[in-house]
């Protein structure tokens, strides 16, 4: 079990980085917490504001940008190549240019073939790329470059690497017919052999087809049609071999096998292809498991094969590893995603059953050298309404890995969205795109997915990826969706702990080229040797155009075919050597830890300033109150190598303090807010709870009816720290006046007595005359009125270290004939607030004498249009309230008037 400060530091790691929308993304997926954390995303994806807190535990809210609907698994086609395109036509294709990227830190690319079938996979990404023990290079791919509607010379682009350079540019694919989704193998004797699906519409043969030849990347090449999954489903193979011994899957596109929709087939060769034996039903590839339509997708598996080991993992709602020590004869099943992780919300009046997580369907598999399966995917959240299944594809901003050591999936808290700019936040776009229902036009994968796996001779994983990539938005196709750039991370210890990401993308390119470079499946070579040798599809625009498919009217997504590179990159495994010997760690209060990192010659920390020795490799590390509060918890390491090899490690140092933040002061009967620094871990809570309208918020609001000292108690595990905020409360006295008679002619002086309490050193004051003057001197003042009207006089008064004001109006009128100034002893009235106002207004009535009172409110013209009150009050404060829709008031200017026995107070209000 692990340890409550583990799993907050986990939790931490995970939630690093948000996105910019309306919701929070959250998968603490490997605790018991699970369910309470599950309920929060779900809550979130269906619109529940994004401040979440449950049982006090933290969340950080941020700028969200707007999540995508669910999309029914219906709307999501897989392409099989046999659709007939809707395209314009197609320009000449360019000829291949044999560009050479020469990369920082040793990162090299270069194009080895072109198509503008761009279409590589539906999910899981082939492993299509072989690095030979000759240090030579066979690699393909999916091409088709003509102008007919259904890329008519679709098939296998082929290109090998002779240990000096590439071959030329395939003019032709390798099969005699329309195929695609190419997976190369080479056997023992040295035969090459590629297996594809043949795409022939409406014609035989159909199924599977072996292209192979005798000589490794020459001679040529002889095509065998599998018979033994011959039907018009047979579709996206996946081959892996040890030696002469060859495993081959595909699923059943339209039909379904042992009862399973798009079920998979498997069988073998145990002589180098010359017989197949199968298909063979796995066990549990049955409707026990895959029960839902869409449980398994096209292209929703990977497999990998090490001696008599063969591997395959597959599903999307359900996700289950087959596994077979005797070279395939029998099979044992790990669930590694289960139909029981669910959880149950409603949106509304809809009730949505069944949500669970899911992987994307994005797989890849690697075997470690003591037979280990090691899963990588990408993650959703799906739920069953109606009997229909959706899933929210865009779930998860990390990638997610499982080993057979593991109970559940976890998530690589480095192999995470990148934050390009370095706020602290994932900015995505929030228009159409990411709301409505999109997904397999901008790839159907995660918003972090087609991961490609393999393991190095000193059992180092790796894992190549694709990502979004935030600040890379097109504006090519008018669309402005954001590209997908390639990336690499790496576990040296059996996937405890992953490194720092390798930016691929970026250091192949140079400045900020990678911004409008898409950069797709990603295949990683099995071989590992100094080198990670990688084969991938670049173009200058975000999406697939092949997904036109069906359509008559492209959407704005959609974007017309295009050159693709097929480009090979290698990136030295030496830019993964950094490692830290401890794990995630935390400080209570304040205090020191000394962190230790190796893997080079010379070491650069990022925060020097919290460091004793920012360039030793074991530096001491101390953090206290005054650590800014936008310290971020994590320390990032540069380590070089004596070649000048350069590799980074990051490190979580969560600072467990509570910060209340400043003093609040609160005007009286008003609320403000108190703004704690927010902890991305711990439990929290708020000491006395009396004013507080939302305990479960760093940032409550406050209205004590007293000033109050607020503790702020912060706790993970063992450490608790505390800090305390005062909230002044500012009770203002009634603001009040009385004026001179006035003499009813056209000019007149008034006399105006300040009668609020206080003086004037305690406030700052001003009086406004109705006339465009002022007084901000005198604490009592005359006025000389020149023009006859009705004046509003207004006297406020602020306190001046809150800023709480209040203030009294009263009606002067000048040249009237009326005297209105008698301002009566014993009470007073506020003028109501708001003012203007639309819907209601308040006023509140001070009394210190026992007086008669009537309360009224006429139309300018001196017409009574409500009585508000009338009768005898005692002392006290009183407050009443005025509706324009119960008053039955509309837009205007209204007089209300205030009578007792020895005067009348008059003012103006205004409904807007």
């Known amino acids: 079990m692990v340890s409550d400060i583990q799993w907050y530091i986990n939790y931490c790691f995970f939630n690093r980085f948000f996105l910019t929308c309306e919701s929070f993304l959250e998968m603490p997926f490997n605790q018991n917490h699970m369910k309470t954390n599950f309920l929060i995303y779900l809550l979130l994806l269906i619109g529940i504001p994004c401040t979440i807190s449950a049982q006090n535990r933290v969340y950080r809210n941020s700028d969200i940008p707007k999540y995508r609907k669910a999309v029914s698994v219906a709307s999501l086609p897989r392409i099989s190549g046999r659709e007939k395109i809707n395209i314009d036509p197609i320009k000449k294709t360019r000829p291949l240019k044999q560009t050479h990227a020469r990369g920082t830190q040793g990162i090299t690319g270069e194009v080895v073939g072109i198509t503008k079938y761009d279409l590589q996979t539906n999910a899981s990404v082939c492993r299509r790329i072989i690095r030979h023990e000759n240090n030579k290079i066979t690699t393909t791919w999916t091409r088709g470059l003509d102008g007919s509607p259904s890329f008519d010379d679709r098939g296998t682009g082929y290109n090998y690497f002779d240990g000096s350079s590439w071959g030329p540019d395939p003019t032709e694919r390798i099969e005699a017919a329309r195929c695609g989704w190419p997976e190369p193998i080479l056997t023992r004797n040295g035969n090459e052999m590629v297996v594809s699906h043949y795409a022939v519409s409406s014609a035989n043969p159909n199924g599977l087809n072996i292209a192979s030849r005798p000589i490794e990347g020459g001679g040529s090449w002889t095509n065998k049609w599998i018979?033994?999954?011959?039907?018009?489903?047979?579709?996206?193979?996946?081959?892996?071999?040890?030696?002469?011994?060859?495993?081959?899957?595909?699923?059943?596109?339209?039909?379904?096998?042992?009862?399973?929709?798009?079920?998979?087939?498997?069988?073998?060769?145990?002589?180098?292809?010359?017989?197949?034996?199968?298909?063979?039903?796995?066990?549990?590839?049955?409707?026990?498991?895959?029960?839902?339509?869409?449980?398994?997708?096209?292209?929703?598996?990977?497999?990998?094969?090490?001696?008599?080991?063969?591997?395959?993992?597959?599903?999307?709602?359900?996700?289950?590893?087959?596994?077979?020590?005797?070279?395939?004869?029998?099979?044992?099943?790990?669930?590694?995603?289960?139909?029981?992780?669910?959880?149950?919300?409603?949106?509304?009046?809809?009730?949505?059953?069944?949500?669970?997580?899911?992987?994307?369907?994005?797989?890849?598999?690697?075997?470690?050298?003591?037979?280990?399966?090691?899963?990588?995917?990408?993650?959703?959240?799906?739920?069953?309404?109606?009997?229909?299944?959706?899933?929210?594809?865009?779930?998860?901003?990390?990638?997610?890995?499982?080993?057979?050591?593991?109970?559940?999936?976890?998530?690589?808290?480095?192999?995470?969205?990148?934050?390009?700019?370095?706020?602290?936040?994932?900015?995505?776009?929030?228009?159409?795109?990411?709301?409505?229902?999109?997904?397999?036009?901008?790839?159907?994968?995660?918003?972090?997915?087609?991961?490609?796996?393999?393991?190095?001779?000193?059992?180092?994983?790796?894992?190549?990826?694709?990502?979004?990539?935030?600040?890379?938005?097109?504006?090519?196709?008018?669309?402005?969706?954001?590209?997908?750039n390639l990336f690499a991370v790496a576990s040296h210890d059996g996937g405890n702990s992953w490194s720092y990401p390798v930016h691929i993308t970026k250091e192949e390119f140079s400045g900020n080229e990678y911004q409008s470079i898409e950069a797709v499946y990603g295949s990683l070579a099995k071989k590992v040797d100094d080198n990670l040798h990688i084969l991938y599809q670049k173009d200058d625009l975000p999406g697939v155009a092949v997904t036109k498919v069906g359509e008559t009217t492209p959407k704005d997504y959609d974007h017309d075919f295009v050159d693709n590179e097929i480009r090979y990159v290698t990136i030295p495994t030496c830019r993964f050597n950094a490692r830290f010997a401890e794990s995630d760690t935390f400080i209570c209060g304040q205090g020191s830890v000394q962190l230790h990192a190796s893997g080079g010659t010379t070491y650069r920390w990022s925060h020097p300033e919290f460091l004793d020795d920012s360039t030793s490799a074991s530096p001491t590390i101390t953090l206290g109150k005054n650590v800014p509060d936008d310290y971020d918890n994590y320390f990032v390491v540069t380590v070089s190598d004596s070649n000048g090899c350069e590799s980074k490690a990051e490190v979580g140092v969560f600072l467990i303090r509570a910060k209340a933040g400043p003093d609040v002061a609160v005007c009286s009967g008003e609320?403000?807010?108190?703004?704690?620094?927010?902890?991305?871990?711990?439990?929290?809570?708020?000491?006395?709870?009396?004013?507080?309208?939302?305990?479960?918020?760093?940032?409550?609001?406050?209205?004590?009816?007293?000033?109050?000292?607020?503790?702020?108690?912060?706790?993970?595990?063992?450490?608790?720290?505390?800090?305390?905020?005062?909230?002044r409360v500012v009770d203002l006295p009634a603001v009040s006046f009385t004026a001179s008679k006035n003499s009813g002619g056209k000019n007149d002086t008034i006399t105006f007595t300040n009668t609020t309490t206080g003086s004037p050193s305690d406030y700052s004051f001003k009086w406004t005359f109705g006339d465009g003057k002022t007084d901000v001197k005198n604490w009592s003042t005359s006025h000389a009125f020149t023009n006859v009207a009705a004046y509003n006089v207004t006297l406020s008064i602020t306190d001046t270290l809150s800023g709480c004001s209040n203030s009294f109006t009263k009606i002067i009128s000048i040249g009237l004939g009326i005297n209105e100034n008698n301002y009566p002893e014993g009470v007073s009235l506020n003028q109501n607030k708001p003012n203007p106002f639309d819907e209601e207004t308040e006023f509140s009535l001070s009394v210190t004498e026992e007086s008669h009172v009537n309360f009224y409110i006429t139309n300018l013209l001196n017409q009574k249009i409500i009585d508000i009150t009338k009768g005898d009050f005692l002392p006290g404060s009183y407050q009443f309230k005025i509706s324009t829709k119960e008053q039955g008031l509309n837009k205007g200017v209204y007089l209300y008037h205030l009578e007792t026995d020895n005067g009348r107070i008059s003012g103006k209000m205004m409904v807007q």
């Open 671 to 727: 609320a403000d807010t108190i703004k704690a620094v927010p902890m991305l871990i711990g439990n929290f809570s708020w000491t006395p709870t009396t004013g507080l309208t939302d305990t479960s918020s760093f940032s409550p609001l406050a209205s004590p009816g007293l000033t109050t000292n607020y503790i702020l108690e912060v706790n993970v595990g063992s450490c608790t720290d505390a800090d305390t905020v005062t909230v």
């Open 227 to 484: 018979t033994q999954v011959s039907d018009t489903g047979a579709t996206w193979p996946r081959m892996a071999n040890t030696g002469d011994t060859i495993h081959i899957i595909a699923s059943r596109l339209g039909s379904s096998y042992n009862n399973v929709n798009s079920g998979i087939a498997y069988f073998r060769s145990f002589n180098a292809g010359l017989s197949y034996t199968g298909p063979v039903k796995l066990p549990g590839m049955d409707t026990i498991n895959f029960k839902a339509a869409g449980s398994i997708g096209g292209d929703s598996y990977a497999m990998d094969s090490r001696g008599n080991t063969v591997v395959i993992v597959a599903g999307e709602d359900k996700t289950i590893l087959f596994k077979s020590n005797d070279a395939g004869v029998t099979w044992d099943t790990t669930t590694i995603l289960t139909h029981s992780d669910t959880i149950f919300f409603s949106s509304g009046d809809t009730v949505l059953n069944a949500n669970r997580y899911a992987s994307d369907g994005s797989f890849s598999v690697a075997l470690d050298s003591n037979n280990i399966a090691h899963v990588f995917f990408g993650g959703r959240f799906s739920f069953n309404r109606n009997d229909t299944l959706y899933f929210y594809s865009w779930s998860t901003l990390e990638l997610m890995y499982w080993n057979e050591n593991m109970d559940k999936p976890e998530s690589i808290n480095t192999a995470r969205i990148k934050d390009d700019n370095g706020d602290g936040l994932i900015t995505l776009r929030d228009d159409s795109i990411y709301q409505n229902n999109v997904t397999n036009e901008i790839y159907s994968p995660a918003l972090i997915s087609m991961p490609s796996a393999a393991v190095g001779p000193d059992g180092t994983i790796y894992c190549v990826y694709s990502s979004i990539v935030e600040n890379t938005n097109s504006t090519g196709n008018d669309d402005g969706e954001l590209y997908r």
